[in-house]
């Protein structure tokens, strides 16, 4: 028990120390969530007088939804205030993740 | 401090910033496991739209991005409702922990509900496993269906998995088996829960919004 004691106090030392902003993270996913929403909707929003193109609309929603990911991971997942060990843990599966994604898309697609 | 003790040593003296609850560490790596599998779910997904003949319907042209939006916003909320009930436990308030999960439940069965309205609609509107069919009421043979429904399925289970968690979660807590100084077992659900809300916020904008 002592163990899980300890693991709980480290925690309790961390997490009250930092005093993580979950409803400013909150608001912030809930304004990016708008924005990423509002990009497609923009041609409906201006009258056809604004639309992002294809090669800009894709990468903005990508970075968009990444970095909404990221606060979720740093702030209510706690990887910011945990051990660095976790998150080089969980970052690797994503670095496959990313070799995965570059290595099944077709070779025409990137033009060799 | 904490002491470790082994049957050939004496007891050693281990910093407590050091300790890593078993536990805790056990939902991460099997998060890892679960990154892996998404991976192979939405990456083999992304292949075959790459790769369809007929294309791709436009995002909205068959999905109904006002109502996943909501849905969105539902599962952020209940990830904030999870943090909430840790963090009051972590100061020893029993009542604010149980209102925050309940309302987490709250959110978790309002988002399977408008999953399953989702679906009865879309294939009331013809959106099947090799077809779909688009706003002027043209049938298409795609895979598009199929790539939809597995991911989303999958997604969806997930929730549905976290819900019976959570509801174990919330039983131990109307127990009293929680407290200032043991809470892992709720920080242990949040992990996964938060993991579930990760996910979400990549499939809604790879297979809504692009």
């Not at chain 1, 990468?59 to 970095?67: D, G, I, N």
Request: aromatic share 14%.
């Amino acid at each position: 028990m002592d163990t899980t004691h300890g693991t709980q106090a480290q925690a309790e030392h961390e997490a009250h120390e930092h005093n993580p902003p979950y409803m400013g993270v909150f608001w912030l996913l809930l304004i990016l969530t708008v924005i990423e929403v509002g990009a497609g909707y923009l041609p409906d929003l201006t009258g056809g007088a604004v639309e992002l193109p294809q090669i800009v609309l894709v990468p903005l929603l990508l970075a968009l939804a990444v970095a909404k990911a990221a606060l979720v991971g740093m702030f209510y997942m706690h990887l910011r205030y945990d051990t660095k060990w976790l998150s080089i843990i969980f970052l690797s599966a994503f670095a496959l993740a990313i070799c995965f994604g570059i290595s099944i898309v077709p070779r025409d697609y990137w033009g060799i | 401090m904490a002491q470790i003790t082994t049957t050939a040593q004496a007891p050693i003296e281990v910093p407590a910033e050091r300790l890593l609850d078993v536990r805790k560490l056990g939902v991460w790596l099997f998060l890892v496991s679960e990154v892996l599998f998404f991976t192979a779910l939405i990456g083999g997904s992304l292949l075959i739209r790459l790769w369809s003949p007929n294309g791709w319907p436009a995002p909205g042209e068959v999905l109904n991005i006002p109502l996943t939006s909501l849905n969105t916003f539902i599962l952020i909320c209940s990830s904030v409702t999870v943090v909430k009930a840790l963090d009051r436990i972590q100061k020893g308030d029993q009542a604010g922990m149980k209102k925050y999960l309940l309302l987490t439940l709250a959110g978790g069965v309002f988002f399977l509900g408008v999953q399953a309205y989702e679906y009865v609609k879309l294939i009331e509107h013809g959106l099947f496993l090799t077809s779909y069919v688009d706003h002027h009421g043209e049938t298409f043979m795609s895979p598009y269906g199929m790539t939809f429904y597995i991911q989303t399925g999958f997604h969806g289970a997930h929730v549905f998995i976290g819900v019976m968690w959570l509801l174990v979660v919330i039983l131990k807590a109307f127990n009293g088996l929680y407290s200032k100084h043991n809470w892992v077992g709720v920080e242990a659900f949040g992990l996964y829960w938060h993991f579930v809300d990760l996910v979400w916020i990549l499939l809604f904008t790879i297979v809504y919004l692009i």
